[in-house]
C-alpha cells in the first residue's frame, strides 16, 4: 500500500448538528456525500493524471449559487483552512494534504504525486458563516468501483512503530469508542506522539464505497500509556477503511485500518 503526506506544502457535503460533536474531550464528524444547497468542489487541473508525475492539482470551492468560495470565508481548523484527502477507489493510496489559495478567485492548489490514474477527493472546510462543510469530487477517471475485502485488519505498522485496535465493537449509528495502542519494536508503549495539525492524532475513515466520511481527534483524560481513544459513530454499516496519524519525531506517520460496523 502507498500512503504519502505532504510535508513541503501547507496543506466534504454540509454537516448538520447531527454529524459533528466538538468538546473538550472528543472530536467527530460524518459527512453524506449529498445534501441540498451544499458547496461544490471541482478539479480544474490537471484533467488528465500522469501515474508517477508530481503535478500540481488545482481545484474550485464555490457555493450553491455557484460563487467562488475565496480563503477570507473560510475558518482555520486544526491550524488549516482547506484539509483536502485524496483517495484512491481501492484505498492503496491515500493523501492528506493542505492546498492554498491560487490566483484565480475560488481556486486552491497543492502539489502531489499521484500514482494511479483516478481518485476521489475530499474538501473538508469551514465556512466563517455556517458549519463545517465536507465536500465531494473525483479527478482523473477512477476506476470501476473495486472490491473491497470484508476481512478486519486491526493492526498496522509504520517506522518501527505498531498500532493495534483494541476490541472496539462499532454499530451503525451509534456512538462508540475506538481505542488504538502503540508501542516501539520493544513493545514498550509510545508516549512521546508530537502535536500534528493542532492534535495529537487525527483518525479519518470512509466507508467501502466512499459515500460517508468520518473525521475524529483523540478524548483527552486517556491515562492508559500508549493508548489513543476516539469517539466514533458511523452512520452506514459494511466495511470502513480508517487511516490514523501521528506524528513523532517530526515525522508523519500513517497506519490504515479495515473495520466492519455492524447494523443497528
Known sequence: ???????????????????????????????????????????????????????????????????????DKLTEVHTKKLHLFVVAPDFSEYLHVHPEAAKKTGEYTVMVKPEQSGYVVWADITLENGGHLPVRTTWGSPAAQPVISKTAQLTAEAAG???????????????????????????????????????????????????????AHPMDGVKTPGMLQFHVNPPIAGVWKVFLQVQRAGAVLTFPFTLLVKAE
Do not use: Y
Request: proline share 6%.
Open 1 to 71: 500500500m502507498r500512503i504519502f503526506t505532504a510535508t513541503l506544502f501547507t496543506a466534504l457535503m454540509v454537516l448538520s448538528s447531527s454529524f459533528q460533536a466538538h468538546a473538550a474531550d472528543k472530536h467527530n464528524h460524518t459527512a453524506p456525500i449529498e445534501r441540498q444547497n451544499s458547496p461544490t468542489v471541482n478539479v480544474t487541473s490537471p484533467r488528465t493524471i500522469k501515474p508517477g508525475t508530481p503535478q500540481a492539482l488545482t481545484l474550485r470551492l464555490t457555493d450553491a449559487s455557484g460563487t467562488p468560495i475565496t480563503v
Open 161 to 215: 512503530i505498531a498500532a493495534a485496535i483494541q476490541d472496539s465493537v462499532l454499530t451503525a449509528g451509534g456512538d462508540s469508542t475506538l481505542q488504538v495502542k502503540l508501542h516501539d519494536a520493544s513493545g514498550k508503549p509510545v508516549t512521546n506522539l508530537e502535536e500534528f495539525l493542532g492534535a495529537s492524532a487525527h483518525l479519518v475513515g470512509f466507508d467501502g464505497a466512499q459515500t460517508r466520511l468520518l473525521h
